[in-house]
């Protein structure tokens, strides 16, 4: 069982990137996936959610309208879109899969935004 994140870098403000997050070993389709970042010396935060049909989805307040998640459960992928990248979202972003009875993590990908 794996979640593999990928994508990450080192981006000039103002710019974009795409994160992928591939699950492997266990499909996803009935799984909540989320994305969530660590800067260093700060707590764990949520970033975006998107249910399992990918009907619903949530924000923080410090990403919307700049971040889209998005998954393809044929592709056993979810993404997340991030333009108009700020100094402020530096940190390391893990995927998280969830749904009831068991709640798997990815290992994380750099995004560094700096000029």
């Known amino acids: 069982v794996q979640l593999v994140a990928s994508g990450g870098g080192l981006v000039q403000p103002g710019g974009s990137l795409r994160l992928s997050c591939a699950a492997s070993g266990f499909t996803i389709s009935s799984d909540v996936m989320s994305w969530y970042r660590q800067a260093p010396g700060k707590e764990r935060e949520l970033v975006a959610t998107?249910?399992?049909?990918?009907?619903?989805?949530y924000y923080a307040d410090s990403v919307k309208g700049r971040f889209t998640i998005s998954r393809d459960n044929a592709k056993n992928t979810v993404y997340l879109q991030m333009k108009d990248l700020k100094p402020e979202d530096t940190a390391v972003y893990y995927c998280r899969a969830t749904r009831l009875g068991r709640d798997y993590w990815g290992q994380g990908t750099q995004v560094t935004v700096s000029s």
């Open positions: 998107v249910t399992s049909a990918g009907g619903s989805t």
